[in-house]
Antibody, heavy 122, light 110 residues
């Protein structure tokens, strides 16, 4: 069973860089799969942030692309997200998830972590 | 890309069927068969219910079905149960290596 566990700072100051990690177990992070980050502001809907392939290829949400970096560390069995120049609108529950992958293409997120809440405030 | 449009709320009685719509454009739902649906109970992570418009992951009851017509995708839940009360989100590939979610629909079981 694939398990994902996000971790993060909880509170980040405006203009700082948010760094999140997602520990993966029950599935080889080096195997053919896409991984993603999704966020959900309190009481609101979901927003796709980024995808990364096990090989390192990435896709980013155009609205966040200039501030986002996603990476995979196979030795640590974790994926990471960095979001720079954060503001209050970046306050959200951040989820990491694995995608159903077929033909080298991400189809949908079938396994999700429980999420880590990030609040941007001074 | 813009968020997909979903009704804010739908409701139904136990045993009935309900359909939740997800309206997109010819740039996303209308062109690609990469529409998925997620169920989210309060305080829980989303759960995948339907992907590739019509496919059900293992373990998802066949009471849940997906379809698409033109630029609108739909999730139908038949034999409604109290446990189905949750928020539902659709998602679609939107071209140019981007993905978009709908705003979410709150399903109330009366």
């Amino acid at each position: 069973q694939v398990q994902l566990q996000e971790s993060g700072p909880g509170l980040v100051k405006p203009s700082d860089t948010l760094s999140l990690t997602c520990a993966v177990s029950g599935y080889s992070i080096s195997s053919d799969a896409w991984w993603g980050w999704i966020r959900q502001p309190p009481g609101k809907g979901l927003e796709w942030i980024a995808y990364i392939y096990y090989s390192g290829s990435t896709y980013y949400n155009p609205s966040l692309k200039s501030r986002v970096t996603m990476s995979v560390d196979t030795s640590k069995k974790q994926i990471s997200l960095k979001l720079s120049s954060v503001t209050a609108v970046d306050t959200a529950l951040y989820y990491c998830a694995r995608s159903i992958t077929s033909g080298g293409w991400p189809h949908a997120f079938d396994f999700w972590g429980q999420g880590t809440m990030v609040t941007v405030s001074s | 890309q813009s968020a997909l449009t979903q009704p804010r709320s739908v409701s139904g009685s136990p045993g009935q069927s309900v359909t939740i719509s997800c309206s997109g454009t010819s740039s996303d739902v209308g062109t690609y068969n990469f529409v998925s649906w997620y169920q989210q109970h309060p305080g829980k992570a989303p759960k995948l219910m339907i992907y590739d418009v019509i496919k059900r992951p293992s373990g998802v009851p066949d009471r849940f079905s997906g379809s698409k017509s033109g630029n609108t995708a739909s999730l139908t839940i038949s034999g409604l149960q109290a446990a189905d009360e949750a928020d539902y989100f659709c998602s679609s590939y939107a071209g140019s290596f981007t993905w978009v979610f709908g705003g979410g629909t709150k399903l109330t079981v009366l």
